[in-house]
């Protein structure tokens, strides 16, 4: 790769976009297993996504990045 940053996958549009200018997005996602059992399991993972700068200004990322970002420094005392 000729020491290019490497490409990851738009998860909206599947274009390929070099790490360095895509958006990561950690999505929330849960899972049941419909087991109607004791053990039926509920579980949730964060898996992190890539998205073009574009899909990432239509999704609204930024906004939720910029809402994340004001909680956390809230959070902090600023
Ligand atoms: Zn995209």
């Known amino acids: 790769m000729r020491g290019r940053s490497t490409l990851v996958t738009c998860e909206s549009c599947g274009r390929a ?13 849960s899972f049941n297993t419909e087991l109607k059992t004791a053990n039926d399991v509920r579980f949730f993972e964060r898996r992190k996504v890539y998205y073009c700068i574009s899909c990432a200004k239509h999704r609204g990322i930024f ?10 420094a809230a959070r902090r005392g600023i």
Request: proline residues 4%; hydrophobic residues 40%.
């Open 63 to 72: 906004e939720i990045k910029k809402r994340d970002a004001i909680r956390k």
């Open 17 to 29: 976009v070099p790490r360095d200018k895509a958006v990561i997005y950690e999505k929330a996602i």
